[in-house]
């Protein structure tokens, strides 16, 4: 009725007549909300509530509300209110700001590259073992093998100053997007030291062959032999093995001489450099 009066410009009398309803109808205003509209805003309020959810859940979800009605009914509904599930977005990853490009950057000599990277394995009552690797990109030396439960950002500051206590601050660390190695505590570290930082590419562990390598060869020749069944005991044997890699170990790359006695006859060769 409101239509043929709105676009003919018919009196309601006319209107009435020609639609064959009687006038007494116009008057009568409905007691309830209509039906369809209180589903389509519980649609709308559920789509709100649970953005991930589809109209199949939706469904159920009106069917224990004690709604009777279809899931055909909901689905065109749905789909006449707009709803849908939003698509996915890739999570925002975050990614250390380097100073030097990892693909380039060589380490010329002692303290100029120091490679960092963690490893995982388990002590015979299954709880985790963590360990940091902290190598000498230049000389191959292990500087550091911190094992412990877990190993956060604070951890790995606190193992890197305890190598400040025996050499100088390197001039590049080198390490993945790790969220232990993009924290704010390694960048003031970095900061404080005066180091660069050369982040990998996600995904890219080929840009870290030095450690990479170098957790090969603990992991064949350490990790996958030795059932820890401490973390006291995996300390211990785990340094026994860094000590025994420096000092007794010949490096295929370093013409067969141990990382150790590379490392001082680089020193008594470059002694200006030392």
Not at 75 to 92: D, F, N, S, T, Y
Not at 137 to 161: G, K, N, Q, W, Y
Not at 185 to 199: I, K, P, Q, V
Request: proline share 5%; net charge positive; glycine share 6%.
């Amino acid at each position: 009725m409101d239509h043929l009066q709105r676009v003919l410009g018919l009196s309601e009398r006319l209107a009435c007549r020609i639609a064959g309803q009687h006038r007494s109808t116009q008057r009568h205003q409905p007691t309830e909300p209509d039906r369809d509209q209180v589903l389509r805003a519980e649609l709308r309020r559920l789509s709100r509530a649970h953005p991930r959810w589809g109209y199949r859940r939706v469904h159920a979800q009106l069917r224990e509300a004690g709604w009777q009605v279809n899931r055909k009914a909901i689905q065109r509904r749905w789909r006449e209110e707009g709803l849908r599930v939003p698509a996915r977005h890739r999570k925002r990853q975050r990614l250390g700001t380097s100073t030097c490009p990892a693909d380039r950057l060589v380490a010329e000599h002692p303290d100029h590259v120091w490679a960092l990277d963690y490893q995982f394995d388990q002590t015979t009552d299954g709880r985790i073992l963590k360990l940091l690797n902290v190598v000498d990109e230049h000389t191959r030396e292990a500087l550091t093998i911190t094992v412990d439960r877990r190993i956060d950002a604070d951890a790995t500051v606190a193992a890197l100053d305890q190598l400040l206590a025996q050499r100088d601050a390197p001039r590049f660390l080198r390490c993945d997007n790790g969220p232990e190695l993009t924290a704010n505590a390694l960048r003031d570290w970095c900061r404080f030291t005066g180091a660069g930082t050369s982040y990998i590419e996600p995904g890219s562990p080929w840009q870290n062959p030095y450690v990479e390598s170098f957790g090969g060869r603990l992991r064949d020749e350490l990790l996958a032999v030795e059932a820890f069944t401490s973390l006291l005991e995996a300390q211990v044997l785990v340094e026994d093995w860094r000590i025994e890699y420096n000092t007794v170990r010949p490096h295929s790359a370093l013409g067969y001489l141990t990382p150790t006695d590379y490392a001082k006859a680089w020193s008594t060769n470059h002694p200006e450099l030392s």
